[in-house]
């Protein structure tokens, strides 16, 4: 199975960038689907951005589309989530997740077997 590891997070002003990282081991990432979510304190764990894995169809939530650039480098068995124009609402811990059994990524947490440990993003106003 695969095991992920995300990096990058940090506290950041709003109108600022971060990116964030996933690192896979044990399996190649390019046999998942990969998504980032975050959960916010007090809220549900919420879809933030997938992407299939050869990387030709990419999903985004609408309050990160324009901002939020999700992207995969297949050869560094690693994921990316570039964040710009950052809000205070985008605080939240970032987690990262891997599936492979669906044609398709899901926005469904549900549907992904395997999670990363989380990376903290605070954007303070």
């Known amino acids: 199975q695969v095991q992920l590891v995300e990096s990058g997070g940090g506290l950041v002003q709003a109108g600022g960038s971060l990116r964030l990282s996933c690192a896979a081991s044990?399996?190649?990432?390019?046999?998942?689907?990969m998504a980032w979510f975050r959960q916010a304190p007090g809220k549900v764990r919420e879809f933030v951005a997938s992407?299939?894995?050869?990387?030709?169809?990419?999903d985004y939530v609408d309050s990160v589309k324009g901002r939020f650039t999700i992207s995969r480098d297949n050869a560094k068995n690693t994921v990316y989530l570039q964040m710009n124009s950052l809000k205070p609402e985008d605080t939240a811990v970032y987690y990262c997740?891997?599936?492979?059994?669906?044609?398709?990524?899901?926005?469904?947490?549900?549907?992904?077997?395997?999670w990363g440990q989380g990376t903290q993003v605070t954007v303070s106003s």
């Open positions: 044990g399996r190649p990432v390019r046999n998942y689907h």
């Open positions: 992407i299939i894995r050869s990387g030709g169809i990419i």
């Open positions: 997740a891997a599936e492979s059994a669906l044609r398709f990524p899901q926005r469904n947490s549900d549907e992904y077997d395997f």
